[in-house]
């Protein structure tokens, strides 16, 4: 058996579910006559939607449940019974739930469709079911079924039910998701193809990160074996913070890489709106993606959205500091690691402050690690003239790594200009010099 034909079997089972329960709702069967709810197929394990089953050891409703939410997007029109008139009201049948989409066609089952295709009219089970597809339900805590909201003045029930993207693709497919880049994902990963051993940092910054790494790999550790996890909140959170080009972005780069863990920058750009509500509504899309992922949520220049909050003077100040409100409470619960980088730390709420695990300072290079700096950056194959003295460098120009990979291109252009085979010095003087008159410096 192959992972379709596990696929057609549910849907096989899931049709009959549904025949079954509009037969029984319909009184087309009497009481006397009714058979028990259809069986669910025997599972079999290496193939995607049955491990998926296996591993979280799903009851039959559960099972209908992920079947209600994969159908849509594997046999629509299976879901056409509940566009049923209901002939007195000349409408659709209320307790069918179900939404209409704008371009697909089909019937988009809701947690209501889902209690009713279990319960029917049986008011205790409904009560059951509905409980379990609460937000705090076994299959949204798990990121099985992806969180569900409604509008507040509507009932719980009548949002959607969908499946967590990731297992979507994992179940159909067998492959892994990446989420696109853009409004409705406002977050994008970073990779860097540099190694721990190209990090240069001072000795303290240095094993301020390691610390970062050691909780990560070692959480359970931590807080299970030595039975931390009563008293620490989940998750770590740490500000990166001090001048442009210190290697704050980079730094967060390599420990995703260290430890196999993907690291998403939120894109600010994205998530900051004039509307009310709709900055945490996009924040929001991140974390709830993120949850179940052990991605490091990165925040570029984080005192755009972190800032410390105003007098309140005014409702865009009130509603400025609600969002900064919402903002501590979604990083203070994401179990994952959160990672703020900004220039300037006294630009952060000091309610952030307070809550971070670490706040590491990355400094200027000074003149010995500007001269491992130069040294690595010229190993990587750009060839040198004896007249260059990585030394005097060092001693006489006080860059940040990003501005000496900013010379490396202006060097990369020359050679390639004149056709050259080596850096002179003069070059590099002239790389720095640009550098320099960016932030309004001068050099001779």
């Known amino acids: 058996m192959d ?83 209901n002939t007195l009201f000349d409408r659709g049948f209320t307790e069918f739930g179900g939404l209409k989409a704008e371009a697909h066609s089909g019937f988009l089952p809701t947690i209501e469709t889902a209690i009713f295709v279990i319960a029917g009219r049986d008011l205790k089970l409904r009560l059951s079911v509905m409980q379990r ?27 959607q039910l969908q499946l967590n993207q990731e297992l979507l693709y994992r179940t159909l497919w067998g492959l892994e998701y990446s989420p696109t880049f853009g409004r409705d994902f406002p977050a994008k990963e970073i990779t860097t193809a540099l190694t721990w051993e190209d990090l ?118 009130r ?10 409470q979604r990083v203070e619960d994401y179990p994952g690691v ?8 006294g630009n952060i709420d000091d309610a952030f402050i307070r809550r971070f695990q670490s706040m590491i300072y990355f400094t200027k290079p000074d003149a010995k690690q500007r001269l491992t700096l130069w040294t690595k950056l010229f190993d990587l194959g750009m060839k040198v003239s004896e007249n260059v003295s990585l030394e005097a460098l060092s001693q006489e120009y006080e860059l940040t790594g990003g501005e000496m990979i900013n010379v490396m291109r202006y060097l990369g252009i020359k050679l390639a200009q004149r056709k050259d085979q080596a850096v002179q ?16 410096k001068v050099v001779i």
């Open 133 to 159: 597809l609460q937000a705090n339900g076994n299959l949204f805590q798990k990121g099985i079924l992806a969180p569900h909201f409604a509008k507040p003045e509507e009932p719980s029930a009548s949002a």
């Open 319 to 328: 509603y400025a500091n609600q969002e900064v409100s919402y903002l501590l």
């Open 3 to 85: 992972n379709t034909t596990s696929l057609q079997a549910h849907l096989d089972w899931l049709s009959a579910v549904l025949d079954y329960r509009m037969k029984v709702y319909f009184e087309q069967v009497p009481p006397s006559e009714q058979a028990d709810f259809p069986a669910a197929p025997s599972l079999t394990e290496g193939l995607a939607l049955d491990d998926l089953l296996l591993q979280e050891k799903m009851d039959w409703q559960e099972k209908l449940m992920v079947m209600l939410a994969l159908a849509p997007h594997l046999n629509p029109q299976l879901l056409d019974i509940f566009f049923t008139k």
């Open 200 to 317: 240069v940092l001072d000795d303290f910054t240095l094993s301020e990160v390691l610390n970062i790494k050691y909780w990560i790999e070692h959480n359970s550790l931590i807080q299970d074996t030595w039975g931390l996890r009563k008293v620490l909140k989940p998750g770590f959170r740490s500000l990166f913070y001090g001048p442009p080009g210190t290697g704050k972005t980079l730094t967060a780069s390599l420990l995703g890489k260290a430890i196999n863990r993907p690291v998403y920058r939120i894109d600010l750009s994205m998530v900051v709106s004039k509307f009310i509500g709709e900055t945490e509504k996009n924040l929001g899309k991140v974390f709830d993606m993120a949850l179940h992922k052990d991605w490091i949520l990165f925040f570029d220049e984080a005192d755009a959205l972190f800032s410390k909050r105003t007098t309140t003077n005014s409702s865009n100040d």
């Open 338 to 345: 959160v990672i703020l980088a900004t220039n300037l730390k």
């Open 425 to 440: 010095m003069a070059d590099v003087v002239e790389g720095i010099r640009r550098e320099f008159r960016k932030s309004g």
